[in-house]
């Protein structure tokens, strides 16, 4: 049922932690793209144990790209759907399964998996999941609960309402973007709850970054 949607997984140095979430996505889905963005350990090698298409950046490009690196090959390969999930093990692969069975079920157009136990982050990244959330609301009138989740399944269909130009200094800005540009473009957004399995202490934004982001947010959503 799920075979015309493509996961995408993102890697960045993760060898101790990328085969054991492959292991449980491959469990559920055939067609799984790992793009890394050029890491120096190990990954590459525990992904070619897999069964899984991958791709590695010659140069650390950034997330924004890889997530444009593994759009590319879904438009290339005609598929429907494409998924996009972190490396790092903090995702779950039946919240993952969840999202996909959602979208192919409702033939929908962007389904975004939020966050519910903000308990679960570290203090920086609880804070700053609420307050973005809140400021999001004011500029779109929209309640989406984690508008930087990196778990989201979209309708390639509607590239167009989504295309993100995050990169750079803007780079982990993407999913963010995508959530705006789905909004003030109209797009349905449909929002499942997920959990969070960790969070490493300084994983994340620093402040400045943070208000980096609200400025963007409000850039986007006027211009």
């Given amino acids: 049922m799920l075979d015309k949607i493509l996961i995408v997984i993102f890697t960045y140095n993760e060898e101790d932690k990328i085969s054991l979430v492959l292991q449980k996505v491959c469990e559920r889905f055939k067609n799984v793209l790992v793009v890394d963005n050029n ?6 090698e525990v992904v070619k144990k897999f069964s899984v298409y991958y791709v590695k950046h010659k140069y650390n490009l950034g997330k924004s790209n890889s997530m444009k690196t593994g ?7 005609h598929f429907k759907y494409v998924a996009f999930m972190d490396g790092d093990g903090q995702h779950k692969a039946i919240d993952l399964e969840n999202i996909c ?5 409702d033939n929908g157009q962007l389904v975004i ?3 519910k136990n903000l308990n679960n982050l570290n203090f ?9 959330s809140k400021f999001f609301y004011l500029l779109y009138k929209k309640k989406i609960f984690d508008i930087q989740s990196g778990l989201r399944a979209f309708n390639l269909l509607e590239k167009k309402n989504i295309y993100w130009e995050s990169t750079g200094m803007r780079h982990y800005f993407a999913d ?3 959530t705006c540009n789905a909004v003030k473009n109209g797009c ?3 929002q499942l709850p997920i959990e969070t399995l960790s969070s490493e202490k300084y994983k994340g934004m620093n402040i400045l970054q943070g208000l980096y982001l609200m400025l963007m947010i409000f850039v986007w959503r006027f211009f």
């Fill in 101 to 105: 069975n959602k979208i192919y079920k």
């Fill in 39 to 44: 890491s120096t350990d190990k990954t590459i």
């Fill in 113 to 115: 998996g939020y966050r």
């Fill in 176 to 178: 963010a973007e995508i």
């Fill in 124 to 132: 920086k990244k609880k804070i700053g999941t609420i307050i973005l």
């Fill in 71 to 77: 759009l590319n090959f879904a438009e290339l390969n």
């Fill in 188 to 190: 349905k957004i449909e």
